[in-house]
T-cell receptor, first 111, second 113 residues
Framework: DTEVTQTPKHLVMGMTNKKSLKCEQHMGHRAMYWYKQKAKKPPELMFVYSYEKLSINESVPSRFSPECPNSSLLNLHLHALQPEDSALYLC??????????FGSGTQLSVL | AQSVTQLDSQVPVFEEAPVELRCNYSSSVSVYLFWYVQYPNQGLQLLLKYLSGSTLVKGINGFEAEFNKSQTSFHLRKPSVHISDTAEYFCAVRPFSGYALNFGKGTSLLVTP
């Protein structure tokens, strides 16, 4: 299994909603990542978890809250988002020091 | 800190023609180099990577790239493109001791008949 699975594939939410994005991998990777990608732009790093501990937070607003419940799962909790947060959210995983495997992303629209 | 420059934002090319997508980087530390491809409405897929050793790296789908340390470049090439190669291509670097990738702005490859 060399896949990173993200759910849902599409999400529409209002600015007062609370929702969560989910990411799962079964490759034994101990590093997991959240990236945000706007249309026609490169992915921007948001968070990195290493061995289930948050190791990098790229000054992301607190309305985004990551969680790594175990070595296979990564969540991104969303609350009180703004329309400018609409983007493709990509999850990735890797062995430490190795190439990243990306999921197909969640396309998020905030109304 | 590292930075990646992809010199061309768009590259139009005819089917079966050769193509080169250019990538230059700067870094104060040693880095690994990657090319990723992103098809419409999909995530990123690794094309190839340079970690060490031979400077000519072969990847999937007939792509190859050459690492040039003196010119700090890692250009991507394919001798004959297909319509299905139409996609966004990202060059990326990662420090030896780091986790995360730093991406260039991307090059949109458009292959037409």
């Amino acid at each position: 299994d060399t896949e990173v699975t993200q759910t849902p594939k599409h999400l529409v939410m209002g600015m007062t909603n609370k929702k969560s994005l989910k990411c799962e991998q079964h490759m034994g990777h101990r590093a997991m990542y959240w990236y945000k990608q706007k249309a026609k732009k490169p992915p921007e790093l948001m968070f990195v978890y290493s061995y289930e501990k948050l190791s990098i937070n790229e000054s992301v607003p607190s309305r985004f809250s990551p969680e790594c419940p175990n070595s296979s799962l990564l969540n991104l909790h969303l609350h009180a988002l703004q329309p400018e947060d609409s983007a493709l959210y990509l999850c990735a995983s890797s062995s430490v020091g190795e190439k990243l495997f990306f999921g197909s992303g969640t396309q998020l629209s905030v109304l | 800190a590292q930075s990646v420059t992809q010199l061309d934002s768009q590259v139009p090319v005819f089917e079966e023609a050769p193509v080169e997508l250019r990538c230059n980087y700067s870094s104060s530390v040693s880095v690994y180099l990657f090319w990723y491809v992103q098809y419409p409405n999909q995530g990123l897929q690794l094309l190839l990577k340079y970690l060490s050793g031979s400077t000519l790296v072969k990847g999937i789908n007939g792509f190859e790239a050459e690492f040039n340390k003196s010119q700090t470049s890692f250009h991507l090439r394919k001798p004959s493109v297909h319509i299905s190669d139409t996609a966004e291509y990202f060059c990326a670097v990662r420090p030896f001791s780091g986790y995360a990738l730093n991406f260039g702005k991307g090059t949109s490859l458009l292959v037409t008949p």
